[in-house]
């Protein structure tokens, strides 16, 4: 019951375009995808400025120089052959950010990004597996209350305590993590997972498992 | 004689040079070690005053939890009592959002975590009663005069250890990995906050997400309906999917859950996807597409046409869309079952349709399978012109229906008054029954979606 009322009060509370014209970055636009074009330029000496996500006109004349230094068309607008050249992938996504009183947009990204820690070579099943772990524990009532505060407790998720989790999410780890707040939980349920090769806690390991996808077990 | 003299001092003086060497080396050496150890003192010491505030903060708000909680026990005021309600769960979700941050075993922390969750929402539950005139009932009492007995033993247990509580060393002793089996010297604060420090925390029942008492019934759509076996189930994701889709079948992962599954794997010409066939009556759980990143091409309305198709001819009745989103080169379209002209919305099934083909890629139906029922629906106590004075003046309302919304303890029958209010259109809940206002969704119409907040 609970599900369905979160389900239907908050379906989907981000409003993120993901429209397939806009796979580029140019003068006006804002967002981490400009920070990130602006610390690789600035990384490699074409951009002095301050890295501030707003693409102006030192960031215009920093992507210039750099697309007359690499043989691209100068044209001071980041598009799929200047990402590739800079080593970036763009995403296609303008922001609009939306409050709401559900899953946000950062929560959003958040998940996107501890999916993409945690599970980056595991098929997609195991990645939205993972997501709806995280759900099911905010969920719970022994657990933290907030996507959020799951994530950041203590050493609850590896890739929280090594750092991983703040690699740039790949598409597939935001679509699974959209995914995963849709409802689709392959786990079933499920608390908790771990890798059975690496995992020593006789606790966990006395966890009811429920199924194994990829590299990972996953119990209740 | 000289030649070789010369070639001993030689000798020497390289020697004594590379000695120095190694000694101003060694010394550099330390000196940077020195530093780098007073750099994770520092580091550390930051850590761990945050840790310090937030543990200290559960002990002073565990303390003030159990004051309200006998300043309730001999209030008989329905003010009085309202307000030391909303004050512990406030309380209560802090000690929560604190003990989150602690650096603790999870066996260690869950107890207290789950005791302080069911506190909060319980009090949260009974301050709605008290409001909607429903005063704390006998055995409300008594489940409160339990918690209270179970709080003060946890006061009286962290009373015991304020020494080490103050000092640090408790937080010092207790940082271990989340998921490690306890050490046999374990720290006392650890026992503290477990789940066996001895005491025991009763089983609450009550209208709330966290309580004991709550259990999610079967699954409804599926009642009365045959086992059927794994080949049974291949068969059942072919033919759902379409058998002229379909390159290749196997059997996929199963899954357990509150309805069991069995997994196949199908190879389409939109790649793999991964059906869930109920074990009980046969029925698709949920298809997930392994990749998407599709093109573009397709018009929301039209996929959310096609996706009606697909359900209809699937013997879903008739669905009606309401909310979407696109990501990835994937509309997610979500639907709601109709009875009549009542739209049912714990009946919910969201599909995924390629933008650009317009072929049906997943569909997620956890909760129609667990809601969908034919209900008989009792008579509107208030009429629509009645229900629609209790609709704020300030909201411009363009269209009204009846509809079954899903809420904390169940499902009420509803008028959903749709309106304008300063350019936002909001969807307005009024009880069919009792005519409140139960609950108010704000639409946010973006290129990515249509949403609610």
């Not at chain 2, 000695?19 to 550390?44: E, K, S």
Request: charged fraction near 20%; proline fraction near 3%.
């Amino acid at each position: 019951m609970r599900v369905a009322l979160v389900l239907f009060t908050v379906l989907v509370c981000v409003g993120m375009q993901w429209s397939q014209a806009a796979l580029t970055l140019a003068w006006g636009d804002r967002g981490d995808e400009v920070i990130t074009v602006q610390r690789k330029l600035k990384q490699w000496g074409y951009y002095t400025g301050t890295v501030d996500g707003i693409f102006g006109k030192s960031t215009y004349d920093a992507v210039v120089y750099f697309q007359k230094k690499n043989g691209l068309k100068a044209d001071g607008v980041v598009g799929s052959s200047t990402a590739a050249a800079m080593g970036i992938q763009l995403s296609g996504a303008k922001q609009v950010t939306v409050s709401a009183s559900g899953y946000s947009d950062n929560e959003v990204r958040l998940l996107a990004r501890l999916i993409h820690g945690e599970a980056r070579g595991e098929p997609y099943i195991g990645k939205v597996a993972v997501g709806a772990v995280v759900l099911n524990r905010v969920r719970s009532s022994s657990f933290p209350n907030t996507i959020t505060a799951v994530i950041y407790q203590p050493g609850a998720f590896d890739a929280v305590s090594d750092g991983q989790i703040n690699l740039t999410p790949d598409n597939d780890s935001l679509r699974a993590a959209r995914d995963a707040m849709n409802g689709w939980d392959p786990s079933g349920g499920c608390l908790y997972y771990y890798n059975p090769s690496t995992a020593t806690s006789s606790w966990i390991w006395s966890r009811s498992i429920r199924l194994s996808i990829g590299k990972h077990n996953f119990a209740v | 004689m000289e030649k070789q003299q010369g070639r001993a001092n030689l000798w020497r003086n390289v020697l004594r040079g590379g000695v120095l060497l190694l000694l101003a080396a060694a010394v550099g050496l330390g000196i940077w070690g020195n530093q780098q150890r007073l750099a994770v003192q520092t580091l550390r010491g930051k850590l761990v005053a945050t840790q310090q505030r937030a543990m200290l903060e559960v002990v002073s708000k565990l303390y003030d939890i159990e004051v309200r909680l006998n300043k309730l026990l001999v209030s008989s005021g329905v003010l009085q009592g309202e307000q030391l309600l909303t004050e512990l769960k406030r309380q209560a979700e802090d000690v929560q959002t604190n003990l989150a941050q602690l650096p603790m075993r999870h066996q260690a922390v869950s107890g207290t975590i789950k005791f302080v969750n069911q506190l909060g929402d319980y009090a949260g539950a009974l301050s709605q009663n008290i409001t909607q005139g429903r005063p704390l009932s006998d055995q409300d009492i008594s489940q409160l005069e339990s918690m209270l007995s179970n709080c003060a033993q946890l006061n009286l247990q962290l009373q015991g250890i304020e020494a080490d509580i103050v000092s640090g060393k408790a937080l010092e002793e207790a940082g271990q990995l989340f998921w490690q089996d306890p050490l046999p010297n374990a720290s006392p604060i650890e026992r503290v906050a477990g789940s066996d420090n001895g005491i025991d925390y009763p089983s609450l029942v009550y209208d709330g997400p966290f309580s004991d008492g709550r259990h999610q019934g079967p699954p409804l759509a599926l009642a009365g309906l045959a086992d059927i076996s794994q080949e049974q189930a291949i068969a059942l994701a072919i033919d759902f999917v379409g058998p002229e889709r379909v390159q290749r079948s196997g059997p996929g992962i199963n899954t357990e859950g509150v309805i069991p599954t069995y997994g196949v794997s199908l190879l389409t010409d939109d790649g793999t996807l991964n059906v869930q066939v109920s074990r009980q009556g046969g029925k698709v759980l949920w298809i997930m597409p392994e990749m998407a990143g599709f093109g573009g091409g397709l018009e929301v309305g039209d996929c959310a046409l096609k996706a009606y198709e697909f359900l209809s001819s699937r013997g879903y009745g008739h669905m009606e869309p309401n909310y979407w989103q696109t990501y990835d080169g994937v509309a997610v379209i979500n639907f709601a079952a109709a009875q009549g002209d009542v739209l049912l919305y714990p009946d919910l099934v969201k599909v995924q349709v390629r933008q650009d083909t317009g072929a049906i890629v997943g569909i997620e139906s956890n909760n129609y399978l667990m809601n969908h029922q034919v209900r008989t629906l009792t008579r509107p106590a208030i009429t629509k012109e009645q229900a629609a004075d209790m609709v704020s003046s300030r909201l411009t309302v363009d269209r009204t229906r009846l509809c079954v919304i899903p809420t904390e303890t169940g499902e009420r029958l509803c008028y959903e008054f749709g309106g304008t209010w300063s350019e936002r259109y909001y969807l307005v809940y009024i009880d069919a029954q009792t005519g409140e206002e139960i609950n108010i969704l704000q639409i946010i119409d973006t290129e990515g979606g249509r949403l609610t907040a």
